[in-house]
């Protein structure tokens, strides 16, 4: 864990709308580590740390962490609050959650990406943050040292989160529906409506909104994607997920 840094949690504002529970402030959560995750359905990397947050939430919760996701929205549909809700349950998330469609906690947090992720202790002071994907396994272990437990932890959920995964980055996230030349794990859209995308000539059904992953590679792989949206979607962006690096490549 980094050194204790002078940087009090800030206090949620009021007349947020929350999720799984009754609206929180954060002086009333002192005495317990609480980790609060900047996040947004619509954003594959967002979906990509969701597996460790709810895995964090169901192995600490009894031992005292409080685990926190604020919904910023980054596209129009993230702002629409039944959309979201539908995307939450279909995600099966259970801990708290707040939506904050005018960047109010953003704001207030100074953040500029997603995801984003502070670990706060029980004098609600700053432990620790993390900006992007990764770091799964730093976290967790200072959730451990500030509950004062040890277990074994949560496993990587795909090879490139191994801590010592060589990642290449991959192609630039694109607006609206692209075609064209890439490098990448992994190829997402982002969706509005529902209906019928040509993936390199594939057919997909899209039956709700969010981010759909459209391509998966073993490894980053440079490729050509080729999408036409049917009637029924609105392609918000083309994204690309970071892949291991082939064998004899380098950072």
């Known amino acids: 864990m980094r050194p204790a840094v002078e940087i009090a949690a800030p206090p949620f504002p009021q007349r947020l709308t929350w999720i799984n529970v009754a609206p929180l402030r954060m002086d009333k959560q002192r005495g317990r580590p609480v980790l609060v995750e900047f996040f947004d359905v619509f954003r594959p990397n967002s979906l990509r740390t969701l597996p460790y947050v709810r895995a964090w939430h169901e192995r600490y919760a009894e031992e005292g962490l409080r685990v926190i996701s604020v919904h910023t929205p980054g596209f129009e549909p993230g702002r629409d609050e039944d959309v979201v809700r539908a995307e939450i349950e279909r995600l099966g998330l259970e801990h ?8 109010q906690v953003w704001d207030l947090y100074g953040t500029d990406g997603w995801p984003s992720r502070y670990l706060f202790g029980p004098d609600q002071r700053l432990a620790d943050a993390h900006f992007g994907e990764g770091a799964y396994a730093e976290t967790e272990a200072d959730i451990q040292e500030l509950l004062g437990v040890e277990r074994e932890l949560v496993a990587p959920v795909r090879p490139e989160d191994e801590p010592d995964a060589l990642i290449v980055v991959p192609t630039e996230d694109q607006p ?8 990448a794990g992994a190829v997402w859209v982002v969706l509005s409506g529902a209906g019928e995308l040509a993936v390199d000539g594939r057919p997909v059904t899209v039956d709700h909104p969010g981010a759909h992953l459209l391509v998966r590679h073993q490894h980053s792989t440079a490729g050509v994607l080729e999408l036409e949206v049917g009637p029924g979607l609105e392609c918000h962006a083309t994204c690309f997920s970071p892949g291991l690096a082939p064998d004899g490549a380098t950072e």
């Open 176 to 183: 609206g529906a692209y075609s064209g030349p890439y490098e």
């Open 96 to 103: 708290a959650i707040c939506l904050d469609p005018e960047f």
